[in-house]
């Protein structure tokens, strides 16, 4: 991806729906000189979403939207991105589906994180069902967002060994600590810095 605004950080927006570590660790990237991206947004589809402090902390617009009628919040939610010039969204622990009509608006700058090896292990659960199936390895990936879900073009993945004793939530919380370094280097990787 070219970087279209000269040498301007690229406007982002980051989606949540919960606790934000990942955007949090996407704002202090941000923040680096080296960083391709500013993150100029915050969208919530949660209002009680813990991420949401990160708006007050960091002094960063938030937006918190109801998905119920998805059409209708994707059409706020398109005019909110322009209103703020956005040019690229990074989905970060965010808990609802966009619409194929919403990804083309933003075709290839859509990035997600996700919590496993994919192409293997999309959806929720994840590691429960890595477990269970008495895997080696997990991890976790950034993509590009398609219109089918967990399935677009892979960007970078992590690999994370499995321990013996690992439960669901240790599990997670090491997968976690590799996502925060993995999003700022995917983002790097994309704008080829
Ligand atoms: C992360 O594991 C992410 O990969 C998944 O949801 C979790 C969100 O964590 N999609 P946080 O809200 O960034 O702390």
Known sequence: MALS???????????????????????????????????DLIISSNSK???LNYSKNFNIKKKIL?????????????????KNNIEMICLAGFMKILSKR??????????NIH?????????LNTHQ???????KFSGCTVHFVS?????????????VKIKKNDTKKT???RILVQEHKLYPKAILKVFNF
């Open 171 to 173: 599990l997670a919380k």
């Open 102 to 111: 919403f990804i083309k608006n933003f075709k290839n700058k859509i990035l």
């Open 129 to 135: 069902r890595v477990l269970n199936n008495n895997e």
């Open 147 to 159: 219109a089918k879900l967990d399935s677009g073009k892979i960007i970078l993945q992590k690999k």
């Open 66 to 82: 109801n998905f119920n009628n998805k059409r209708l919040v994707e059409n706020k939610l398109l005019l909110e991105l322009k």
């Open 49 to 51: 979403a813990l991420g």
């Open 5 to 39: 605004t000269g040498f301007d950080k690229i406007k982002t927006a980051v989606f949540i729906s919960g606790k934000g570590s990942n955007l949090k660790s996407l704002i202090k990237f941000s923040k680096n000189k080296r960083s391709p991206i500013s993150i």
């Open 115 to 123: 919590p496993s090896l994919l192409p293997k292990y999309k959806g």
